[in-house]
């Protein structure tokens, strides 16, 4: 059963930053079945919305315009983690915060569309607030 793990959600002021992790050790899918891998994240009362997304190879992503300057995606050298670095957070940022991955037929360049990927973690709160 693949499985996704988020960690690194926390409390932190306007302006702070935040480091988040996806643990991928446990996703049973191959190397070549494998397309991309992304960020999401959803706040109460308000629909899924894509954060930004990277290809496996790790070269080619995707921010959405809201955190495009802010945020950094990437991926270790050992395939099995991915991290979303947060700066200069936002009251607007606070959500559920959930890595998700795309299987095959691989795309020309990663989406920030939920609506391509297949397997889903369970979330980690990010809440900005003074």
């Known amino acids: 059963q693949s499985r996704l793990v988020e960690s690194g959600g926390g409390l932190v002021q306007p302006g702070g930053s935040l480091r988040l992790s996806c643990d991928a050790s446990?996703?049973?899918?191959?190397?070549?079945?494998?397309?991309?891998i992304g960020w999401f994240r959803q706040a109460p009362g308000k629909e899924r919305e894509g954060v930004s997304c990277?290809?496996?190879?790790?070269?080619?992503?995707n921010y959405a315009d809201s955190v495009k300057g802010r945020f950094i995606i990437s991926r270790d050298g050992a395939k099995n983690m991915i991290y979303l670095q947060m700066n200069n957070l936002k009251p607007e940022d606070t959500a559920t915060y959930y890595c998700?991955?795309?299987?095959?037929?691989?795309?020309?360049?990663?989406?920030?569309?939920?609506?391509?990927?297949?397997?889903w973690g369970q979330g980690t709160q990010v809440t900005v607030s003074s």
């Open positions: 446990d996703v049973t899918l191959g190397y070549s079945d494998l397309d991309a």
């Open positions: 990277i290809k496996t190879d790790g070269f080619g992503t």
């Open positions: 998700a991955v795309r299987g095959s037929p691989p795309l020309p360049v990663c989406t920030v569309d939920y609506r391509y990927y297949n397997y």
